[in-house]
């Protein structure tokens, strides 16, 4: 068999020569894809803020209001009545319902590193699982009260109380049926802080059938008249 000619020193050299300069190639085409990438995945204020843009007008470009506000829910597919939507307002500590001031919107979206539609839809997940943590649930139902309120008026108005009641509570509350039926028949045209901040000890303290109320303790007097008002009914259904 005949011997396989050597190659010379001079090829060789130009073969590695040629190899390491294609792996200098794909290495510096892979570091740009990568940079790329991360430069799409890092937060940037410049982007955010371009993005909230899109939503405000050139007469007051510093708010969004109620016609940006609908094609911003329409951009992130989630209607404006739903309930991730106030978890987002808590999120930027929005002062006026329906309104997200450029501050409000950075400071938000900044912590949760959303500059993007896909990157806050990615994140609606953890807004709806701040729902399922009593501490954060807490704080978002108190911060809903003087979020929804007439800014001019101390209490809220019964229509918005019952329509924050109902997003808030209503898939919760076994009793919160009957509570708006109470509600409903009341003599109550508003609702103030204090009580709105017991209906929601009520509803995680107190037994379905009322066992475990104290008329002595020291509950807001709607919430008395409430459990009087349950009990009559019931044992009127119970007699008929």
Same mark, same amino acid.
């Given at each position: 068999?005949?011997?396989? #000619? ?5 090829? @060789? ?37 371009? &993005? ?16 940006? @506000? ?27 319902? +329906?309104?997200?001031? #450029?501050?409000?919107?950075? #400071? +938000? ?28 649930? #807490? ?18 108005? @019964?229509?918005?109380?019952?329509? @924050? ?30 009580? &709105? ?17 104290? !008329?002595? +303790?020291? &509950?807001? !007097? ?19």
């Amino acid at each position: 068999m005949p011997r396989s #000619k050597r190659r010379s020193t001079t090829d @060789m050299s130009s073969n590695e020569d040629d190899r390491y300069a294609s792996k200098r190639l794909r290495n510096s085409n892979s570091s740009r894809r990568v940079s790329r990438v991360e430069e799409a995945q890092s937060f940037s204020q410049k982007r955010c803020l371009s &993005w909230f843009r899109e939503y405000t007008t050139p007469d007051d470009p510093d708010t969004l209001g109620p016609e940006g @506000m609908e094609k911003f829910c329409e951009d992130i597919g989630v209607e404006p009545e739903n309930v991730v939507m106030l978890v987002l307002a808590y999120k930027m500590q929005a002062r006026q319902m +329906g309104f997200f001031t #450029k501050e409000e919107w950075l #400071k +938000g979206l900044g912590e949760m590193q959303c500059d993007s539609i896909q990157k806050l839809q990615y994140r609606l997940d953890y807004l709806r699982c701040l729902l399922n943590d009593q501490n954060a649930f #807490k704080a978002i139902y108190r911060y809903a009260y003087d979020f929804a309120r007439d800014k001019d008026q101390r209490s809220m108005d @019964m229509d918005t109380a019952k329509a @924050m009641l109902q997003l808030l509570l209503g898939k919760h509350w076994p009793l919160y049926s009957q509570f708006s039926q109470f509600l409903d028949q009341s003599k109550y045209k508003v609702i103030n802080k204090d009580q &709105w901040c017991n209906i929601l000890e009520f509803s995680r303290t107190i037994y379905n059938d009322l066992s475990n109320y104290d !008329v002595d +303790g020291a &509950w807001p !007097v709607m919430l008395d008249e409430f459990v009087e008002w349950l009990k009559a009914a019931r044992a009127k259904n119970d007699i008929s």
